[in-house]
């Protein structure tokens, strides 16, 4: 399973866009984004299901193609 790290969510519907070419398995997402305490934002860490990935749309980010995905729908991954 890989692992990514995303700095910063996507403000507007809290959201975060995982490139499509990171998708090539399940995939354990931290997001790393720290509020002026210095505590993150979103602790856990969340998994995302190869296949339900396929059903977020797709944005192009600087030529890059980005599954849009809620963090609500993301699972949280328990060891």
């Given at each position: 399973?890989?692992r990514?790290?995303i700095?910063?969510?996507?403000?507007?519907?809290?959201?975060?866009?995982?490139a499509?070419s990171?998708i090539?398995d399940d995939?354990?997402?931290?997001?790393?984004?720290k509020v002026?305490?210095?505590?993150?934002?979103?602790p856990?860490?969340?998994?995302?299901r190869?296949?339900k990935?396929y059903?977020?749309?797709?944005?192009v980010?600087k030529?890059v193609p980005?599954r849009?995905?809620p963090?609500?729908?993301?699972?949280?991954?328990k060891?």
């Amino acid at each position: 399973m890989r692992r990514i790290k995303i700095r910063t969510p996507i403000w507007n519907g809290r959201k975060v866009g995982v490139a499509e070419s990171k998708i090539t398995d399940d995939l354990l997402i931290d997001i790393i984004y720290k509020v002026t305490g210095g505590e993150r934002l979103y602790p856990d860490t969340y998994l995302l299901r190869k296949g339900k990935s396929y059903f977020y749309p797709i944005q192009v980010v600087k030529g890059v193609p980005l599954r849009i995905i809620p963090i609500s729908s993301l699972e949280v991954y328990k060891k």
